[in-house]
């Protein structure tokens, strides 16, 4: 079966659009439009789909309320504007789909949120539910109270993870251009790229930035990010304009299609690997690199040499080794204040001093990810 094939034939799906196809140019959500996706969307339902809708334009319709001329740049004024457009763009989503007879229900994340052990089997289970109850997921990133250090920072990849999250067959990714070109698609004699089958594809290819409406915070670049992360779980990807969404979610014969790359993989370790910021940095030994990397083990204090940044027990840290060269990252059980006391130590000799609690791995290897 073709890629486009299985997206046009997905039972469940995630769809992401972007500010610059919700909102007009000057900020302000376009009720049109927005109506014209969910009459879209709500077909694909009809014909047995499940959907989770990935949607910007929270901080986008916000702004201009607030008497702004154009999108903030201070996270502080971001998160304002998105607290005041978060609730206006669910509540047209809600009149909009209950006019097709479907509910929706608003999940808002942070990396925080499906990193974390406690945390991230009940986002899943949450989605599961909600598509199990005929309820359409409307996500976003919640920006009103993210900070720097836990933002996704973009709702491309927000999309990609999510697709992994609720195990979807397909994602499409809906913006205001339609497709990967080999340049500028305003430049003479750019070409659309049909097919994406691997990396090879994307030689020489130059891949611009945020779109020409200026209100999005993604670009071409975030899109085939994206899509390599989706791949990478076994996922084909759709990248098609919003003008064009009824081929996108009929026939799927419109705009680029990344193939998939693997097989799915962990959800959790995909997450770890690409919606997270790390907190800090271990430096390994080549004796601890080979044992994380090679004989995919946990780190002991043993097999560390230096400690940078400041983090405490839980958080996400990039394991490195002498050179500076990520290799790993993973899920820290110590505090930063802590942790250089006990580097190049055993753990036996660290329980004999300090009680048992002191055994354990720096990093379990369950909660490790390779990143070479």
Aim: proline share 4%; hydrophobic share 45%; glycine share 10%.
């Amino acid at each position: 079966m073709t890629a486009r094939r299985r997206i046009a034939e997905a039972e469940r799906i995630v769809i992401k659009v972007g500010s610059s196809s919700l909102t007009s140019a000057g900020g302000g959500l376009d009720v049109a439009r927005l109506d014209h996706l969910v009459s879209l969307v709500a077909e694909r339902i009809s014909r047995g789909t499940q959907v989770v809708l990935v949607s910007s334009g929270a901080i986008a319709a916000g702004f201009p309320i607030l008497g702004l001329s154009s999108r903030p740049r201070d996270l502080p004024t971001q998160q304002a504007a998105a607290s005041v457009g978060q609730g206006r763009l669910v509540s047209h989503y809600t009149q909009a789909f209950e006019r097709a007879g479907i509910s929706v229900g608003q999940v808002l994340l942070t990396s925080d949120d499906v990193t974390r052990r406690s945390h991230y089997k009940n986002a899943q289970q949450t989605f599961f539910r909600l598509l199990d109850l005929g309820v359409v997921p409307i996500v976003n990133e919640n920006d009103t109270v993210a900070t720097d250090e836990i933002r996704l920072g973009d709702n491309d990849r927000l999309a990609a993870l999510v697709a992994h999250v609720v195990q979807a067959q397909a994602l499409i990714l809906l913006s205001d251009v339609d497709g990967l070109y080999d340049g500028p698609p305003d430049r003479a004699g750019a070409q659309l790229i049909s097919e994406v089958r691997d990396s090879s594809d994307l030689d020489g290819v130059r891949i611009g930035g945020v779109g020409a409406a200026g209100v999005g915070l993604g670009g071409m670049t975030t899109k085939v990010q994206a899509a390599r992360i989706a791949n990478a779980a076994g996922i084909p990807v759709l990248l098609a304009s919003a003008a064009n969404a009824e081929i996108a979610l009929t026939d799927a014969e419109t705009g680029t299609v990344f193939h998939p790359t693997a097989e799915r993989s962990s959800t959790r370790m995909l997450w770890l690997a690409h919606a997270t910021t790390p907190s800090g940095s271990l430096v390994l030994d080549p004796g601890a690199v080979a044992a994380v990397v090679d004989r995919r083990m946990s780190l002991l204090p043993a097999g560390i040499t230096a400690v940078t940044g400041i983090f405490i027990s839980g958080d996400p840290v990039d394991l490195l080794d002498e050179s500076g060269n990520t290799v790993a990252r993973g899920l820290v059980n110590f505090d930063s204040g802590e942790l250089p006391q006990l580097i190049g130590r055993s753990t036996k000799d660290l329980a004999r001093e300090r009680g048992p609690a002191y055994e354990r791995e720096v990093v379990h290897r369950d909660d490790l990810v390779i990143m070479t």
